[in-house]
């Protein structure tokens, strides 16, 4: 009876196993296809064998731990430096392109470059003339002509004034032949008349020796003119242009754009085109002080050819910086040459006392404050400028890193998310 009882305990606590496995197994199916004793369903279910449980009773292969990115090996300050490296590589690609085309089409952009300076000078005219009432054609007309006069009537006065100042320059230019063949024959060059000569006819032989060259130098000078020809005519048609519909191309400049950059890019070159009008405005300012106060002191110390030198000192002072020093440069030699030597040393002074009002009064006052450019910036993109293209890159230089200057500055504060974009910049208008 003991034994009976005892089989029967274990029979019900074996029957009570099952029935509790079974329920575990239905609860849990991963747990329902592991079969005891099956070492492969028991690996394949995720579930941790033993490793008597396995064949042969190996351990299960270890995981293997995953890489390392290799970003990861690097210290910040060389993934920031790695990410700004190939930036700055695509814009200098960019940039190096876009100097490329310029330079390959001068002929074309230096033209467009002029008309859109004259433009942000005679489109704010021809808006004060529409504010009085003036009709719109009648208001362009105006401001075209207007400029044409004002250009031309300053190359005509230069011109008659070169012309009625040509027998006083020879008569001048005689006597300081005389004059520098009397010191040549003092101390202590003591030369001869003789001497003189023959140095004269080393000249002349020179000349005739390099006849081709100077033949070919007249022709490209005869070329170089039939190209400002051009340029004058393109710079011409393209302010007429600019000034009937400036707005239109600018709307159709922005179209090429995509629709989620048209209002950065409207807004930007609007700001833009405000500096470059407030540059326009103030640098004819400075201009005509340059130019009225060399002008005056080369009036009053007798040199010949005051007024032409005024004009080039106003024409060159467009250039900044540069242009002033070099016509003032010119009106001292004329003084030396005609005048004397203490008459070149007064103009001299009179240069340096222009120069100083405009670098510490127009300078910082007016310029500074359309501009809102260094003066050191101002030195060396007009340094910069001449260096890559010359003349015309020495004159396009501040006015572009004005602009440019504004723009960036415009684009990176985020003003342009609160600006509203015109009509005619979203959709073209034959489209809308």
């Not at 110390?301 to 005051?306: E, R």
Request: proline share 7%; hydrophobic share 60%.
């Amino acid at each position: 009876m003991k034994f009976s009882r005892r089989s029967q305990r274990s029979q019900g606590a074996a029957t009570d196993g099952s029935a509790t496995d079974d329920a575990a197994r239905t609860a849990d199916p991963a747990a329902a296809a592991t079969v005891p004793g099956d070492p492969a369903r028991a690996s394949s279910s995720g579930a941790a064998l033993p490793a008597a449980a396995l064949p042969g009773g190996a351990p299960p292969a270890a995981t293997p731990p995953a890489a390392t990115p290799p970003a990861a090996a690097l210290p910040p300050g060389m993934l920031v430096a790695g990410a700004w490296a190939w930036r700055l590589l695509a814009v200098a690609a960019v940039l190096a392109v876009l100097f490329w085309l310029i330079a390959t089409l001068e002929e074309i952009v230096v033209p467009l470059f002029i008309a859109i300076l004259v433009s942000a000078f005679l489109v704010p005219v021809a808006g004060f003339l529409r504010r009085h009432r003036w009709p719109r054609w009648l208001a362009i007309v105006a401001a075209l002509l207007a400029g044409v006069v004002v250009v031309g009537g300053l190359v005509l006065l230069a011109v008659t004034q070169i012309r009625a100042g040509l027998p006083q320059i020879e008569k001048q230019s005689v006597a300081q032949c005389d004059q520098l063949t009397t010191l040549l024959q003092g101390p202590p060059f003591q030369l001869t008349n003789a001497d003189v000569d023959g140095y004269l006819t080393d000249a002349q032989n020179a000349l005739q020796t390099e006849s081709k060259a100077i033949l070919s130098g007249v022709l490209s000078i005869g070329t170089a003119a039939g190209h400002l020809l051009a340029g004058g005519l393109l710079t011409l048609f393209a302010t007429i242009f600019l000034m009937i519909d400036g707005r239109g191309v600018w709307a159709w400049t922005v179209r090429l754009f995509p629709k989620s950059a048209r209002p950065a890019v409207d807004g930007a070159g609007q700001a833009g085109w405000h500096t470059l009008t407030s540059f326009v405005r103030v640098q004819i300012v400075v201009a005509a002080v340059n130019a009225v106060g060399i002008g005056l002191i080369a009036f009053v110390l007798g040199l010949p050819l005051a007024v032409p030198i005024a004009i080039l000192v106003f024409l060159a002072s467009f250039i900044p910086v540069v242009g002033a020093i070099v016509t003032g440069a010119l009106a001292v030699i004329v003084a030396l040459v005609f005048a004397g030597p203490v008459q070149a040393v007064v103009m001299l002074a009179g240069v340096l006392v222009v120069h100083l009002l405009e670098a510490h009064v127009l300078q910082p006052l007016v310029m500074g404050s359309a501009v809102r450019v260094h003066p050191l910036a101002v030195v060396f993109a007009v340094a910069g400028g001449s260096y890559v293209a010359g003349i015309p890159g020495a004159l396009f230089a501040v006015p572009t890193v004005a602009v440019l200057n504004v723009m960036v500055k415009y684009v990176a504060t985020g003003a342009w998310r609160r600006s509203r974009v015109a009509d005619d910049v979203v959709t073209p208008p034959e489209a809308s």
